[in-house]
């Protein structure tokens, strides 16, 4: 199963032309985990797949996610996301972003809810994101994970940001953190743009292990289009 869907992307890929918008692994545009301030453009879409190995000698705790997003009219993105664990199945993504289009290196402002449609865990977030000279991209901003548990709800508002350096129009390499719970997570990863619609990422999550889950890699793909 897991094959025919990697077969199909590349397939798709094949037929579609475009830019360089990635997504994280959570759905909306940004860095490896963080959402950044930006959006897809209008009638621009994008497909991903990720494919992340826990234990390499052990296949059956692996697991995929795939997540599809669309900018449905002037700086706003919606976007859902499915995978082989996620208890209630494709969940909805939004973001709206704003941004400062006369300065050389603009301060770009968003707010957006991760996994809108799930009644056990939805995030409220807010990111700020810049552009530097050299190559630097910058990005900071606040969570507040809504979660239910045992009939119980609660509020935990965490920090989250990250930064991207593009070593040239091929390659970048990205770190970034998010808060869950009591600790936060600290995530490496690279892209490499194949040509102007195809993008492979690869993410080494919670370098530090420091969460239950423990340390995983994950490799994915993205193809972007305009519509």
């Known amino acids: 199963k897991m094959k025919k869907i990697i077969i199909s992307i590349f397939m798709i890929s094949c037929l579609v032309s475009n830019l360089y918008s990635t997504p994280t692994i959570n759905g909306p545009t940004g ?4 959402p950044t301030a930006e959006a897809l453009k209008f009638r621009e879409v994008n497909v991903g797949i990720d494919y992340f190995m826990k234990d390499i000698e052990d296949t059956t705790k692996d697991h995929y996610f795939y997540k ?15 995978g082989s664990f996620l208890e209630e199945g494709v969940l909805l993504n939004v973001k709206y972003f704003a941004l400062n289009e006369e300065d050389r290196f603009p301060l770009a402002l968003a707010l957006g809810i991760e996994n809108l449609s799930s009644k056990l865990n939805s995030s409220l977030y807010m990111v700020a994101s810049k552009k530097f000279r050299g190559g630097f991209n910058g990005h900071v901003g606040f969570n507040a994970n809504f979660k239910s548990e045992n009939e119980s709800s609660r509020i935990i508002p965490n920090m989250m940001g990250g930064i991207e350096y593009f070593f040239s129009d091929l390659i970048s390499v990205m770190v970034d953190f998010k808060g869950d719970d009591d600790f936060y ?10 040509s102007d619609f195809l993008v492979f990422n690869m993410h080494f999550l919670d370098v530090g292990s420091v969460s239950n889950t423990g340390s995983s890699l994950n490799i994915g793909c993205v193809i972007s289009k305009f519509m």
């Open 31 to 34: 860095l490896i985990t963080v």
């Open 185 to 194: 997570k600290i995530n490496l990863g690279s892209n490499y743009h194949v």
């Open 68 to 82: 599809l997003n669309l900018g449905t009219f002037q700086n706003c993105e919606l976007g859902i996301i499915g």
